[in-house]
């Protein structure tokens, strides 16, 4: 299928591994140059060489971080005009909810939603300029099932999703959309530290962590950032200029919900 994007340029946040990763290269294997960002520039640039030398793409890559004025700043000035933007970023640190103080929601609030709703005010306006725009924000499954101990992030995004809802509506018009993508367990370094985090607590195996979650998932396996990079590019398709708004889940089948 022709995703339309031949040409296009995509700015891809936390890019240099994991699922952001995924959603780069797919993009890059439609024809779109990239934009990539990430902390570490080590990865971030060995990241960037990869999807050079697989798609011959163009790609700029900003190690910053964009949950600081400062990196926000950096990364807007180096990308330009866009006509994909790609959110993502990683999840505070789990606990109990009588760990959590003011400090720990505003951190939380920094990183998984005022950032991704300061670059969709940056951005989105030229997009509708333009009449063309996608903007996909990587968040979730526990907005739509919220994990206990993963209350920080189960707060932060269900904010981001409400605030999409309703801007998604006012600038469909213009020829963009916003949707979001909500992740169940994915075989990323994240999945790996958590399976080491229930081997070590148990007295198991990895192996046998990674099996017992599993058997939670009703595709009996992770999730492979290759097919998750391919619905993100799909969003951005030309296909996709229906789809407002929504919440699409890619978790195997691990939330049991009607709607």
């Known amino acids: 299928m022709d995703l339309g994007l031949k040409g296009k340029r ?3 946040c936390a890019s240099s591994k994991g699922l952001g990763l995924g959603c780069a290269r797919a993009l890059a294997e439609a024809g779109v140059d990239l934009v990539m960002n990430a902390r570490g520039a080590e990865a971030l640039e060995a990241a960037a060489e990869g999807i050079r030398a697989d798609f011959g793409v163009e790609v700029t890559a900003v190690a910053c971080d964009v949950t600081t004025p400062e990196g926000q700043a ?3 000035e180096a990308a330009g005009a866009v006509d994909i933007l790609v959110n993502n970023a990683g999840g505070p640190p789990p606990g109990m909810w009588t760990d959590w103080d003011r400090e720990d929601f505003i951190a ?3 990183a998984n939603m005022l950032t991704p709703i300061a670059l969709m005010k940056a951005i989105v306006p030229g997009m509708m300029e333009r009449g063309w725009g996608r903007v996909v ?3 979730s499954q526990s907005v739509k099932s919220p994990i206990p101990v993963l209350g920080l992030s189960n707060s932060a995004r269900a904010g981001l999703t409400g605030y999409v809802a309703g801007t998604s509506r006012q600038v469909a018009g ?8 909500l992740p169940g367990i994915h075989a990323t370094d994240r999945a790996d530290s958590l399976d080491k985090g229930v081997a070590e607590r148990e007295g198991i195996s990895i192996d046998e962590a990674r099996a017992q979650r599993f058997a939670t998932i009703p595709a009996g396996r992770y999730g492979t950032k290759e097919e998750f990079g391919a ?3 799909f969003l951005c398709s ?3 200029g229906f789809i407002v708004g929504q919440n699409i889940l890619l978790d195997g089948g691990g939330v049991n919900a009607t709607l």
Do not use: E, M, R, S
Not at 174 to 181: R, Y
């Open 238 to 240: 030309q296909h996709a």
């Open 10 to 12: 995509a700015l891809v």
């Open 137 to 139: 924000n990587i968040t």
């Open 174 to 181: 213009k020829g963009v959309t916003i949707n979001n993508l």
């Open 108 to 110: 939380a609030l920094d």
């Open 231 to 233: 619905a993100c590019a």
């Open 74 to 76: 950096k990364l807007l």
